[in-house]
């Protein structure tokens, strides 16, 4: 799910972009993009304000949010695009965990090799005192 966060009030702007920040999206590329203002005709705004027929009232929390996306994300595109999204996302983590993993390795040569050297330095000096 790619949202995009377009708000009138700096406040709820700042605030959704940290509520939902690994699903923020350029404005031309989202699947939803949530306004402070009503906006008439176009399916995929989600609407938050004070009056009823938000699609979120004010108050709200970051569950509430998330869900209310998820559910008008599903009503949108169904559950073969949040399957297929789902399918991505795994694989770039898979991605991620392989190259996290490299250096991990690499940090764990590089230690291993220095304890190495620092052992058998303290062995030299200890031989060359007798």
Known sequence: ???????????????LELFLSKYLSTSKKYDIIVRD???FGNSRCF???SD???????????SQLILALEKRY???????????NKAVEEEYF???????FS?????IEFLTQE????????????YEKQ
């Open 103 to 107: 250096i991990l390795e690499r940090r």
């Open 47 to 49: 609407y938050i304000g």
């Open 37 to 39: 203002e009503e906006c």
């Open 74 to 84: 599903k009503e949108l595109y169904g559950e073969d695009e949040k399957a297929e």
């Open 1 to 15: 799910m790619k949202v995009a966060v377009e708000c009138q009030s700096p406040l709820l702007q700042k605030s």
């Open 94 to 100: 898979k991605e991620n965990a392989s190259m996290d």
């Open 52 to 62: 009823a027929n938000a699609d979120l009232v004010k108050p709200f929390s970051k």
């Open 115 to 126: 304890y190495q050297a620092n052992i058998l330095q303290a062995v030299k000096v200890f």
